[in-house]
């Protein structure tokens, strides 16, 4: 699970739910940014719904091209319309990574994730056949108003459909982050876990 700017409390969906096993340590990993502002008491909290059992376990897989994490994935300084996008079967993904051994998995809502240069994002599931079924699209990214967003009806992913994931940002010298009031130079820009770094992450919740 995660929490972005933007985000509520959310249910997960009847009957489902993520697997805590007994003894099990959450840790809770929490970002900062503290380029402006004073210094104010840390207020997090973390509140679970808990079950004993539920009708079935169901899993959250983040979405994203592995050799982005290596920095493979170049915001270069100036440039208002970068693009990058990634597309893999995600049964596939599920089964090399042990997840599953079904041929089929039930989708119950996706999310997407960028930083303060995100200028819009999509997921798009082309099926076997070559139909496109949108899952999210974004067109206005805000940083400040993220969130996972569940389908109105749980969708079945298959082994031969494809997953696509396409982010883009506007690095131009007008959208910069400001520091006390003084909008910072663009700069070139990859992947990392700071604000001031990008990323282009999808995530869904699905079960077998």
Known sequence: G???PGTSGTDV??????????????????????TEGTSETDSTSLELMLEDTVAK????????????????????????NAKHSFSFSPVTALKLLNAT???EV????????????????????????????????IDDWDFNWQGDYSFGEPMVFRGGDQLAIECAWDNSPENQPTVDGTPL????????EGTADEMCLGTFYWTE
């Open 2 to 4: 995660g929490w972005v």
């Open 13 to 34: 969906p009847a009957g489902t739910g993520i697997k805590i096993r007994p003894g099990s340590t959450i840790v809770l990993q929490v970002h900062y940014n503290s």
């Open 57 to 80: 376990e169901a899993h959250q897989m983040g979405w994203l091209n592995p050799q982005w994490l290596s920095g493979s994935m170049p915001i270069a300084a100036g440039d208002a």
């Open 101 to 103: 051994t079904a041929s």
């Open 106 to 137: 039930t989708v119950y809502g996706a999310g997407l994730h960028m930083h303060q240069l995100g200028k819009s994002g999509k997921l798009e599931l082309t099926r076997e056949n070559g139909d496109k079924e949108c899952l999210l699209q």
């Open 185 to 192: 130079p663009p700069k070139n820009v990859n992947w990392g």
